[in-house]
């Protein structure tokens, strides 16, 4: 499964469900919030994993807490809301509260909800991450390569399905990624830098499949 088909496909339906019912925000903004929050996540985590020992306690804690077994019941994503916050903390550390900002911006969701919903995600992310390693036979040594190659095989498929405004979202996520750099470079190509949205940047992304939210 990619990380496309798991934003658009039944997992980001289902969380999108819960997330509706129990914050009153739409799915569509929900999809479009993992849409922009998993390749953010995971870009973080690989960029963590080029430590040694960041990229060990990452595989400890994969094998340990995540062995992708919530994919087959996102829906209890609710119950690790705490867990999640957890991951959050660990992955942004003192930049959790700018990609929060950031988020709730570029999304319409509001700043005492984006947090929660987020953390609500974190389980999910890391639970497709986990799955992967285990399909791919993957160590600590080799995290950052498979995080990579989640990102590379997402953009090129968000590429090759434009007609998508997802998968616009993604390919612009994914792109400022890797064209970047740093992680403060991620945060102001791919989002904007807050509400100054670029013609034809993420914000009008958002804003097209959000109406104009």
């Keep these: 499964m990619s990380l496309l088909d798991l934003i658009t496909g039944n997992v980001g339906n289902q969380v999108a469900t819960e997330a509706e019912n129990k914050f009153g925000i739409s799915k569509s903004q929900m999809i479009a919030l993992a849409a922009v929050a998993a390749p953010l996540i995971i870009s973080y985590l690989r960029n963590k994993s ?5 990229a060990e306690a990452l595989n400890n804690a994969l094998d340990r807490d995540h062995d992708g077994s919530i994919l087959d019941n996102p829906s209890s994503a609710l119950e690790r809301e705490q867990e999640g916050g957890s991951i959050l903390d660990h992955i942004f550390g003192g930049q959790k509260a700018t990609v929060e900002n950031q988020l709730s911006q570029n999304t319409g969701i509001s700043m005492d909800k984006i947090g ?5 995600l974190a389980p999910i992310i890391m639970g497709y ?3 992967e390693k285990q399909a791919n036979g993957v160590n600590a040594g080799g995290l950052g390569d498979l995080l990579g190659g989640i990102l590379g095989g997402a953009q090129q498929q968000a590429q090759a399905e434009p007609a998508n405004p997802l998968n616009d979202i993604l390919g612009s996520v994914l792109g400022g990624q890797q064209s970047g750099g740093g992680l403060g470079d991620i945060l102001g190509s791919v989002l904007g830098g807050g509400n100054q949205k670029q013609s034809g940047g993420l914000g009008d992304l958002l804003g097209g499949i959000l109406g104009g939210k």
């Excluded at 080029?50 to 960041?54: G, L, M, P």
């Excluded at 929660?116 to 609500?120: D, F, G, S």
């Design 116 to 120: 929660p919903i987020l953390a609500m």
């Design 129 to 131: 991450i986990g799955k």
């Design 50 to 54: 080029q430590d040694a020992n960041e």
